[in-house]
């Protein structure tokens, strides 16, 4: 397969994926988006993952080919029924596995040092990154969260930025959006990372709250300048509104019984994660009943939502072979949706375009009020609502307070949902993100630094400062806690009982260095003191 081929099917390939396909393959993007190794190397792929050659499955689909996968796989077909073939001895000529970086800080380095230390260390450039491998190239550099996530995730960055704008790195704040601005206009949507199997779907829509983030510093001319990819993003998460019949869903759009208009999370492909192959065939294996490619599209989607995985996506609460997140109207991204909206209504306010505003203003409206009328628990806070059963999911979460960050929520209902966190999630460590302990990283014991800050700004926001101070300054002693014991911010920590420290369960081992955590570390410690 020549490298125009390949770049030609990667083309159809988005353009299946609900993508932008461009037909100019010389476009300075083009080049670095390939399908994904699972679609290049096929059998070879399959092999490899199967036969675990690396403990991780992230880490061949990270790895650099030596040649093009054409070749790759040519050579890979002469030879793998030759006597004597070794699989790994393969791999291991023609693929350069991924080298992480360590950050072990010098001896006796302050939390803040240490942080104002990292910032370089996890800063990444990929102009010249290798036309077969599969990191998307991007123009500016980026900050990665750390340890094996070695690529820009979406909405791990509004919390990284956090600290960088804190720190004075305005100029790491404004690339990052320049980025993200360049891969909506390129794929169509920011993917879930800067990687080629990323981008078959995004994250928690975020951009907006960077642009506001941005704009704070620098002026209202930066809701001028982003505004086109802000609206192009909406359309992206929109597609299909006005087509979907009540009581249905298409793509990321849910359109509800009384013909309200509610998003979900949904990728593109039904097919194992490249990233997590193996643990996908084995969890659509487990669960005989159902169709495995709507299993494998459900673990996507749950990717997608940034808490892969937790109970709020399971159908009985504690197995994964139960998940259904595409039947899931979610509260957290219908509040980062309301935000968009009134957002693009800003934007469109200062370009003077009064049938935007007016569009986008009665947008938000809506959204608002199906907000409080689908994701209003009648226990009295915020939660997910399952649009297939047409019931509410009754399990209170850390989620439940993103009306209160974006604000979405009626005053009444803030002071009620604030009074469930303060009696059921708040523990010693901070705010715990749901009440189950299922094995999964998204549910108790563990608390994460994004969900702290959503937790934080939405209580100050509705005036429940008390409380948000209160969570506030556990996880900021725990945070330290950890560090003064193991020289290292984490990616989780756990919240519940008498000791904090590192969280666990999910797919992979505690990862430090760590982008998000630092971030809003460093707000902690401005907001409350070293």
Known sequence: ?????????????????????????????????????????????????????????KTFVDAMPDTDPATIIKLYAQQKNQPGFSLKR????????????????????????????????????????????SLIALPKPYVVPGGRFREGYYWDTYFTMLGLQEAGHEDLVDDMLDNFAFLIDTIGHVPNGNR????????????????????????????QKYLPALRREYAYWMEGERTTPRGGAAGHVVAMRDGAILNRYWDASDTPRDESYLED???????????????????????????????????????????????????????????????IAKGCALTRDAACVADFRARAQRRA????????????????????LDKPRDDLTAAA?????????TPGRAKETARHVRDTLLQAGGLATTTLTTGQQWDAPNGWAPLHWIAIEGLDRYGETALA?????????????????????????VVEGSGAGGGGGGEYPLQDGFGWTNGVTLKLLDRYGD
């Open 90 to 133: 393969f791999v291991d000529t023609h693929f350069a596995p991924p080298v992480d970086r360590p950050v072990t800080p010098p001896p006796n380095q302050g939390l803040r040092a240490h942080i104002d230390w990292l910032w370089p260390r996890l800063t990444r450039t990929s102009v010249d990154a290798s036309r077969y491998g």
């Open 196 to 223: 080629t199997y990323y981008a078959s779907r995004s994250q928690p829509p975020f951009f907006a709250y960077m642009v506001t983030l941005a704009a704070r510093v620098e002026g209202d001319k930066v809701y």
């Open 1 to 57: 397969m020549s490298v125009f081929m390949l770049f030609a099917f990667a083309a159809a390939y988005f353009c299946t994926a609900g993508c932008v396909a461009h037909a100019d393959v010389t476009h300075p993007a083009a080049a670095s988006i390939l399908p994904p190794p699972s679609r290049l190397y096929g059998d070879l792929f399959v092999a490899v993952q199967t036969a675990q050659i690396y403990p991780d499955q």
């Open 369 to 388: 009020a199906a907000i409080n009328h689908y994701l209003w628990n009648r226990h009295g806070y915020y939660g997910d609502y399952d649009w297939q």
């Open 469 to 493: 101070n209160e969570i506030g300054t556990r996880f900021l002693a725990g945070v330290k806690h950890v560090y003064a014991t193991a020289g290292k911010l984490v990616e989780k920590y």
């Open 401 to 409: 307070l993103y009306p209160l960050f974006a604000g979405a929520a």
């Open 281 to 343: 065939v084995r969890t659509a294996k487990a669960a005989p009943d159902r169709p495995a490619p709507q299993v494998w599209r459900d673990l996507r989607a749950g990717a997608e939502s940034g808490w892969d995985f937790s109970s709020r996506w399971l159908g009985d609460g504690k197995t994964l072979t139960t998940i259904r997140t595409t039947s899931i109207v979610p509260v957290d991204l219908n509040s980062l949706m309301f935000n968009l909206e009134t957002t």
